[in-house]
């Protein structure tokens, strides 16, 4: 099916998961991670006004710019890195198949 890409997840405790994304639904990483019961809260429900979906971004594949608010919202986060992303401001699409992220720690 060419409307489902692979992604690889790292939890917190650095177990890998492959996971079927649709590209089709309009869905972020937050919104993956969630479907697949990983601990990822999403608390403000994807408006990049929390850092609940922190992740790091491992593969090098292009990502959209960092938003304002994104970078906002990172400024507050903690253990951030040069490669922190929000899951939330990831929207899954074909050019994402084979990304690698890692969850961040929480606090």
Known sequence: MEDI????????????????APTDMNMNMMELCKSYDLPVEGTCGGMAMCASCHM???????????????????????????NSRLGCQIKLAIHLDGLEVKLAPVG
């Open 5 to 20: 890409i692979k992604i690889t997840v790292i939890d917190r405790d650095d177990e890998r998961h492959e996971l079927d």
């Open 56 to 82: 790091y971004v491992i593969s090098a594949h292009e990502l959209s710019e960092r938003s304002d608010d994104e970078e906002d919202m990172l400024d507050e986060a903690f253990n951030v890195e040069d």
